[in-house]
Nanobody, 128 residues
């Protein structure tokens, strides 16, 4: 079955960096755009970043633009989220997700409804 497994979360001081990884199995990874979302306690799950199936297009929430970088290694079936200059408001559970449509790259990648498979999440805590 399709599985996404996130890793790399943890505790970091404000201003620090973390790199999240999401390993995919059970799907032809290179055909699917991938996204990262996050959910803080008491808040809705929100879009963070996405990358098209080819890696040619990336999309970011305004709140992370310039600080976070999404990338993918299709040979490793893995998508990454490099996070720098972390702020306390970045603290959340971070989820990766696979698009429900193959070979899609477009504006719907900002919406969680575009994604069909989700990982279990990894916690990111940022101390001030």
């Amino acid at each position: 079955q399709v599985q996404l497994v996130e890793s790399g979360g943890g505790l970091v001081q404000a201003g620090g960096s973390l790199r999240l990884s999401c390993a995919a199995s059970g799907l032809t990874f290179s055909r699917y755009s991938m996204g990262w979302f996050r959910q803080a306690p008491g808040k809705e799950r929100e879009f963070v970043a996405a990358i098209s199936w080819s890696g040619s297009n990336t999309y970011y929430a305004d709140s992370v633009k310039g600080r976070f970088t999404i990338s993918r290694a299709n040979a490793k079936n893995t998508v990454y989220l490099q996070m720098k200059s972390l702020k306390p408001e970045d603290a959340a559970v971070y989820y990766c997700a696979a698009d429900s449509t193959v070979y899609y790259s477009g504006g719907n990648l900002y919406s969680r409804h575009e994604y069909g498979v989700w990982g279990q999440g990894t916690h990111v805590t940022v101390s001030s």
